[in-house]
C-alpha cells in the first residue's frame, strides 16, 4: 500500500512563505499532505504564528519539548475555555472537565476516575476479551468488508455501552454523537455536518442520558461502577447544569470511542504498508503490548490540543501574548527526531514505546490511556490467533479534520491461519 496521494489543490509547503502555513486547514488531514508542513514548522519555526485562518490567529508548537513545556503549565496555559482550534459556535454552551482548571477540573476528573481504575479494568478485561472474539468470530473470512464499520466502530461502542452501562441495543447512537461531537465545520473544519444537525443530535444525546441519570440516582454507587452513576452521586458533578451534563457526557463519548477506533485502524493500515514488522509480528506475537504503543504514536488519534496563554510569556524565542491561543500538535510532536529516533517509521518492538505523546502530559494527561491500550492488546492477541493477515485492499478514506485522526472506511479481506 502507499501513502495517500497529495491532492493537486494542496502546494507543496516549501513553495509558499512560512508565515501562509495554516495547520488548521482541515484538508490537509483529508489528503494526509500534512507530514511535511509539521517537518518544515519543526525545522524552520518550531514556535509559529498564522495570523490568519478560518479560527482566527493562533501558534502552532511543533517540538517534542516544547509541548511538554505548555503541557505541564496549566498555570499559564489554560484548557478554558476550549481545548480545540475552533471556539464553540453554536448556542450549546458546552461545559467540561478537559476544557476547566483547577480546582473545578480536579474534582470532576475525580469523581469518573474509578470507572476506568485498574482494579475496575481487571474486572472487565474478560468482557472486553469476550466482545472481540465474538466481533472477530463473526467476520467473513476471505471476502472484502469495512474494517472501520465492522471492527474498529463495533468494538469501541460496546465498550462504552459498557462503561456508561448504556442499552445495549442502542449502542450506536454513541457512535453517532461522538462523530457529531467532532464533525463541525466551526470546531474542526468537517463541513459534512451542518450546526443544525449537530445541536439535534447533541439535544437528543442530552435527553437519553438525563433518563438514565434519573434512574441511576436511586442507584448504590458502591455496587455500580458506570460514568452515570458515579457522576450523579459524586459531590463535585452531582448538581451539574445540563450544559455541563451534556459537555462531560460528551467528553467521556467522545474521549473513549474517536481515539481507540482509530488506533485500531490505524494498526492494521500501518502493518499492511510496513510487510516487515508484519512479519515480525507473525514471529513473535509477545510484541503487542509494544506494539500497541508503537501504533498510538504512529497514528496519534487527538492530534492537537489548544491552551490559551494567561500572560505574556516567551517559548522557545517567540513573543506570545496573554489571550493568544496555544495549539500543541502531538501528531508532530510524535514524529520529532531530536526526541524520538527514526521517527517516520513504524517499528513495533521500538525501545520505549511509551515515550510519546498521544495522551498528552500533565493535569489533564488521558485518563483511559490504560483502557485505551488494553482493548488493543486483547484485540491484537485474538487477531493472531485467527488470522494470517488482515489485508488491507483499497486506498483508506481519511477523515476531514484538524483535530481527530481519522479513518473513516477501510476495506479489508481476512487469511486464515
Ligand atoms: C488510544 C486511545 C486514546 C488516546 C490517544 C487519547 C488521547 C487523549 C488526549 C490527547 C487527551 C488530552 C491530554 C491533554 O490535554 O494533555 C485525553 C484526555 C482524556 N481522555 Fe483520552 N485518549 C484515549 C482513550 C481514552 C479512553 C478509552 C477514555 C475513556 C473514557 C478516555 C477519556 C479521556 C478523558 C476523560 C480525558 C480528559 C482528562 C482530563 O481533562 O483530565 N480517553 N485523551
Known sequence: MNQALKSPAIPDPYSIPLESIDMSDSSLYEAGAHWDYFARLRKEAPVHYCANSQFGPY??????????????????????????IGDNQDDLELENFISMDPPKHDGQRKAVVGAVSPSNLMKIEPLIRQRVQDILDSLPVGETFDWVDRVSIELTTQMLATLFDFPFEKRRKLTYWSDMTTASPGVAGDDSVSEEERKAALTDCLNEFTVLWNERV?????????????????????????????????????????????????????????????????????????????????????????????????????????????????????????????????????????????????????????????QLRILWEEIMLRFSMVEVVEEPTLLKSNFVAGITRMPVRLHPL
Open 59 to 84: 501558534w502552532s508548537v511543533t517540538k517534542y519539548e516544547d509541548i511538554m513545556a505548555v503541557d505541564v503549565n496549566f498555570e499559564l496555559f489554560s484548557s478554558f475555555p476550549s481545548i480545540v
Open 218 to 374: 436511586n442507584k448504590d454507587p458502591s455496587e455500580n461502577f458506570d460514568f452515570i452513576t458515579m457522576m450523579a452521586h459524586a459531590e463535585a458533578t452531582r448538581n451539574m447544569k445540563p450544559m455541563e451534563f451534556l459537555g462531560n457526557l460528551v467528553l467521556l463519548i467522545v474521549g473513549g470511542n474517536d481515539t481507540t477506533r482509530n488506533s485500531i485502524s490505524g494498526g492494521v493500515l500501518a502493518l499492511n504498508r510496513n510487510p516487515a514488522e508484519y512479519d515480525k509480528l507473525r514471529a513473535d506475537p509477545s510484541v503487542i503490548p509494544k506494539m500497541v504503543s508503537e501504533i498510538i504514536r504512529y497514528q496519534t488519534p487527538l492530534m492537537h490540543m489548544r491552551r490559551l496563554a494567561t500572560a505574556d510569556t516567551v517559548l522557545n524565542g517567540q513573543h506570545i501574548k496573554k489571550n493568544d491561543k496555544v495549539v500543541m500538535w502531538y501528531i508532530s510532536g510524535n514524529r520529532d527526531g531530536d526526541k524520538i529516533e527514526n521517527p517516520d517509521q513504524f517499528i513495533i518492538d521500538r525501545k520505549n514505546p511509551r515515550n510519546h505523546l498521544s495522551f498528552g502530559f500533565g493535569i489533564h494527561r488521558c485518563m483511559g490511556n490504560r483502557l485505551g491500550e488494553m
